[in-house]
């Protein structure tokens, strides 16, 4: 039995929440799953945006720290794109929706066979991509304004950067139920399936800095696993490897452990359930501050010290 099944979500460091509601709800129309507040520190937002569902593979999330926050580094040991899964036939509706918002982005381009992406970054620098591809049958949300089958089916895969593949290819290979899918140049391309939602793009980058965390990346990838049985599974598989990783920690829509991969990238493995609508109904998700227990009492600060901001956006419509 696979104890990992694809990609869960991507957790970045990010600025102004305003802008971050903007981008990723209105920009590229994403569902905001989830307003919450981080748990390590509660007095900064968790946002979560995905499909209808927050389905593990769609989500990307934020915590966004203010515009004052010192911006980091793209860079070695880190994931640097997240790619976004998108229909073959989207690219030049999405091309004139960028332009029309006034996002800059780089001129297509192909990798492997078939797969053509636009690389952009949001309004705090983190770097994404939409690649437009005919493999992907998941159905992505349709937010009322982008034609449904434009919108974003979910995440495609993720690149990091890396001195050399092969120790964190081991990792996802012989540890984590992944397979060598891809390579060209200095691109290996990792899956726990052949499908957009389950890759792992590892980039071989040796003269790159090393990257800095701060406004504009990412703080870790989570990957999806079963259950709670199939987390304890994987969390035995590292204390065999001798390797470190953090006790289970309850993020209330699913458990989570940590564990530094060999190229220094901070990994999770997630549980796919019990999901989002587990303390609000899903016709209303994100849409109010969901709190867990603990910081249920500081409500009232909370409200108070977290900025405003305005969902849904009208303005990208
Ligand atoms: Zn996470």
């Known amino acids: 039995m696979s104890l990992i099944t694809g990609l869960h979500h991507v957790t970045a460091i990010t600025g102004d929440a305003q802008e971050n509601i903007d981008f990723y709800t209105g920009v590229l129309g994403l569902r905001l799953v989830k307003t919450t507040v981080n748990f390590d ?3 900064v937002y968790h946002f979560y945006f995905g499909d209808e569902f927050g389905t593990p593979g769609t989500i990307m999330t934020t915590f966004p720290y203010g515009k004052n926050l010192a911006n980091g580094r793209h860079g070695k040991g880190m994931l640097n794109t997240t790619a976004f899964s998108l229909s073959i036939d989207g690219l030049d509706y ?3 929706r960028l332009k029309q918002f ?9 990798r492997f066979s078939g797969e053509v992406f636009v690389y952009l970054e949001d309004f705090d620098g983190l770097g994404l991509e939409l690649v437009f591809n005919d493999k992907d049958s998941r159905k992505g949300y349709y937010n009322g304004f982008i034609p449904s089958g434009y ?4 995440i495609h895969h993720v690149e990091i950067w890396l001195d050399s593949y092969e120790r964190t290819g081991a990792l996802l290979t012989q540890h984590m139920d992944h397979q060598l899918i891809s390579e060209s140049s200095d691109r290996f391309r990792f899956g726990a ?3 957009p939602g389950k890759y792992v793009d590892l980039l071989c980058n040796p003269s790159a800095l090393k990257g800095l965390p701060g406004k504009g990346t990412v703080h870790h990838v989570a990957f999806a696993t079963p259950d709670r049985e199939s987390q304890l599974e994987m969390m035995e598989r ?3 490897l001798g390797m470190q990783h953090t006790e289970v920690k309850d993020r209330k829509y699913f458990t989570s452990i940590y564990f530094k991969e060999p190229g ?7 549980t796919s359930g019990p999901g989002f609508d587990v303390d609000e109904e899903l016709q ?8 867990p227990e603990q910081f249920e009492e500081k409500r009232e600060h909370l409200l108070e010290v977290l900025p405003k901001f305005t969902y849904p956006i009208e303005k990208y419509k």
């Open 41 to 43: 520190n509660s007095e």
């Open 94 to 96: 999405w091309l004139d």
């Open 102 to 110: 006034n996002i800059s982005y780089k001129q297509p381009q192909q």
């Open 151 to 154: 919108a974003i089916k979910g």
């Open 193 to 195: 399936e052949n499908l």
């Open 238 to 240: 590292l204390n065999t």
């Open 264 to 270: 220094g990238g901070l990994f999770e493995v997630a």
């Open 284 to 291: 209303s998700l994100g849409e109010n501050l969901m709190l």
